[in-house]
């Protein structure tokens, strides 16, 4: 099994910035893909940013210029830079990953959520 735990989230200042990491850990695995999502409340869970296994990105309008995704693979670990953070921003932030997991049984596809971590930005 793999596990994803999120750390980073907390209370900012607008114009503030936090860096968000996802870790992973349990079993051997091979990367497909990355994503970030955040849920506010009231509203849908929407993806903010994504990443694949060719580093080719991807983000939701209203961070674009604001917020990196990227990842450390010796360190198992993807991040999500958040700067010039607002007020709208607030949500919990969820990091998934598709993964390739490699077992005694052979390959199998997952796809594994963090636990969530609270973004709030206010003055």
């Known amino acids: 099994q793999v596990q994803l735990v999120e750390s980073g989230g907390g209370f900012v200042q607008p114009g503030g910035s936090l860096r968000l990491s996802c870790a992973a850990s349990g079993s051997i695995f091979i990367f497909n893909a990355m994503g970030w999502y955040r849920q506010a409340p009231g509203k849908e869970r929407e993806l903010v940013a994504t990443s694949t296994s060719g580093d080719i990105t991807n983000y939701t309008d209203s961070v674009k210029g604001r917020f990196t995704i990227s990842r450390d693979n010796s360190k198992n670990t993807g991040f999500l830079q958040m700067n010039s953070l607002k007020p709208e921003d607030t949500a919990v932030y969820y990091c998934?990953?598709?993964?390739?997991?490699?077992?005694?049984?052979?390959?199998?596809?997952?796809?594994?959520w963090g636990q969530g971590t609270v973004v709030a930005v206010f003055s």
């Open positions: 998934n990953v598709n993964l390739t997991h490699l077992t005694g049984a052979g390959l199998r596809s997952l796809e594994v």
